[in-house]
């Protein structure tokens, strides 16, 4: 991973914004979005975008500390600004590290035309329901998990269905929470994560915690949640613990 990508919130917080012609006006339009406030290369500013190529500019602004976005140069930027699928409050970024803008912007358009409009709403309707979703599954990992299961394909509150917020009071009162328990195990047929099935990759993404052979490669392990256990064994456990598991194995 070569960045770490993150969603700075910039409401009233100054932006220095270098440049004009087409590519300045849509940063600007861009940090206007964000509530940035846009400033000149002198203010005290802890970002800045030098849109018109001013190398001199980029080198002062980084001798004063300033992380700096440089317009076409990847290789003086400190961050890149990706392509945007706005579902507000709901964010998704598609980012290249400046490789291909058009690959970004292409991927964007894929991902756009697969989420209803509304999903912010789902969004909205959760935050709304916090203290509700506490307090009928207390302990952390049980809510996860409920969490996880009504937001499944199929589930209660299935993202990608266009009323899918008028399923959380229901999902709340049902009397079913998180899946059972259980042990799953995957046979990787190649050390490729590009050959995971959409099954496995779907596992990995969901599973509290994975027990894997030694020779199992690191790049299969980082498509599980970051926060998954991660358990080196010879074998598959006789008891697994609580939610989903893995026994992630090389076939032979």
Not at 171 to 197: E, F, Q, V
């Amino acid at each position: 991973m070569h960045s770490l990508p993150v969603f700075l919130r910039l409401q009233g917080r100054a932006v220095i914004l270098i440049g004009e012609g087409e590519s300045a006006d849509a940063k600007r339009r861009l940090l206007e979005r964000a509530g940035a406030k846009i400033v000149e290369e002198g203010a005290q500013a802890a970002l800045a975008i030098v849109a018109n190529g001013d190398e001199g500019a980029v080198a002062r602004l980084k001798a004063r500390g300033v992380l700096v976005n440089a317009t076409d140069r990847p290789e003086l930027c400190d961050f890149t600004l990706p392509a945007i699928v706005d579902r507000d409050p709901v964010l998704i970024a598609v980012g290249t590290g400046g490789a291909s803008a058009g690959l970004a912007k292409a991927l964007r358009q894929r991902i756009e035309a697969l989420l209803p409009a509304r999903l912010g709403t789902l969004a909205t309707a959760l935050h709304v329901a916090r203290e509700a979703i506490r307090q009928r599954w207390p302990d952390a990992a049980a809510r996860r998990r409920a969490i996880d299961a009504g937001l499944a394909k199929g589930g209660p509150m299935d993202p990608l269905r266009e009323d899918a917020e008028s399923g959380v009071a229901a999902w709340i009162a049902s009397a079913a929470g998180s899946r059972a328990n259980r042990l799953m195990t995957i046979r990787l047929s190649s050390s490729d994560p590009d050959d995971l099935t959409l099954r496995a990759a779907r596992l990995l993404g969901e599973a509290d915690r994975i027990f894997h052979q030694a020779d199992v490669p690191g790049a299969i392990l980082n498509r599980a949640r970051a926060d998954a256990a991660r358990i080196v064994a010879e074998a598959p456990p006789d008891l697994a613990g609580e939610g989903l598991s893995l026994w992630l194995e090389m076939d032979r």
